[in-house]
């Protein structure tokens, strides 16, 4: 019997015993092409040399210095080279060691930042709906799963959603996709004055939605106007990428495709690609600034912050990327596999959309193409396309509850950056075979 408390408690999963390039490779020798990158995280693939290298350095090195009383050489180097890369304004980096954590730094942050200013009425975090967060309580107070906050209620935070909108495009047939994304975004004014503006501390979103709405991204003007809200209000703007960010939609950061600098931006996943657990909280200057004049302290901490060998980890990825120009190859296979996903699977009955940017694609699955109609909730397609590409040797990330927590459902698609074009041919051959087995 296994002594490990698995997530599924049915589940019995098989061991992973190696990694080879974008595959892992289980006790029995079978090989899983690795289509989701465990779940956007793997983006050097999962034997990357230079990385494996770089962590072992540093264990030899030094394995671990407080952070209460040390700093460390990769952590200085890792947030120099972040803050060269990073959106206009922001300044400091705040290391921990996943998504969730640096989430539940963000919205500390936020509150602490008006509290420091004199303001201490400033407390309420806006969110959206069908968003993740992460799984922490602040974290999950956060994010807009009904399915994921249902057995946890009342949670510990109060915060309110408002809905994202662009989560089901189809919505804005009829209407420019400008004038949609506006009217989107206006739903965070009207939270805005409903709450109280002097009461609001932030408003948090991921510029693409991962796991909740399968690579959905936003409308080309929703952010700024976002951005714009946010400052006539005096509320930060949180922006969630740890899936979305770290070169997976083809720029380090997706923001910067949408124009948009926030005030504190939240990065996981990919920064460790797997290799170590590590995240981080950026935030401006001005939000720096209100602490450093202030209390001088930030209220929040963790044993592992600056975990030195998880630092050289992902100072190494990043390096890996820029050296080997992985964003570009993003970019150049992201059109290869739209490509042959649209041709493939673009007329497929039980497919809807395919849509995303980077290599961060999102399939929806419909009951019917036409009407773009989801399958009622029991009959959801999700998690038997996960079973069989599975059984096929393909790792896709399955959700449900796309549309409004309930119906709707999808697949996400987030390869490794290293893939070559016969991996896609593979991509898409085994999805086809996984799609051939599914009952009408
Ligand atoms: N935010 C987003 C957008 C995420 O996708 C995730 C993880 N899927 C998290 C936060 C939480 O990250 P972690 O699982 O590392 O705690």
Partial sequence: MSHVFPRHTKANLPTAVSGEGCYIIDSN??????????????????????????????????AFAHSGFFTSDPAEKLADLLIAHAPEGIERVYFVSGGSEAVEAALKLARQYHLERGDDKRSHIIARWQSYHGNTLGALSAGGNRWR????????????????CYAYRYQAQGESLEDYA???????????????????????CEPVVGATMGAVT????????????????????????????????????????????????????????????????LCSGKVYKAIEDGSGF????????GHPVACAAGLAVITAMFERNLLG????????????????????????????????????????????????SDLALHAKVKKIAFANGLICYPMSGTIDGQSGDHILLAPPFIIEEEHIGEIVDKLAKTFAMIPE
């Fill in 329 to 376: 190859k993003v970019q150049k296979r992201s059109l290869q596999l739209m490509t042959a996903l649209t041709s493939a699977f673009g007329q497929h009955p039980y497919i809807g959309d395919i849509r995303g940017r980077g290599l961060f694609i999102g399939l929806e699955l419909v009951r019917d193409r036409e009407s773009k109609h989801p399958f009622p």
């Fill in 149 to 164: 906050r249902k057995p946890f209620e009342p949670l510990l935070v109060p915060m309110t959603h408002i809905d994202p």
């Fill in 29 to 62: 020798g079978k090989r899983y092409f690795d289509g989701s990158g465990g779940a956007a995280v793997s983006c050097l693939g999962h034997s990357d040399q230079t990385v494996r290298q770089a962590i072992k350095d540093q264990v030899d090195e030094l």
């Fill in 218 to 281: 936003a409308e080309p003007g929703y952010l700024k106007r976002i951005r714009k809200i946010c400052d006539q209000y005096g509320v930060l703007l949180i922006l969630d990428e740890v899936m979305c960010g770290m070169g997976r939609t083809g720029s380090l950061f997706a923001c910067d495709q949408d124009g948009v600098s926030p005030d504190i931006l939240c990065i996981a996943k990919g920064l460790g690609a797997g290799y170590q657990p590590i995240g981080a909280m």
């Fill in 182 to 204: 506006i009217r989107a975004a206006d739903l965070l004014e009207a939270e805005i004055l409903r709450v109280g503006p002097e009461k609001v501390a932030a408003f948090i």
């Fill in 298 to 305: 930030f209220q929040h901490g963790h044993t592992y912050m």
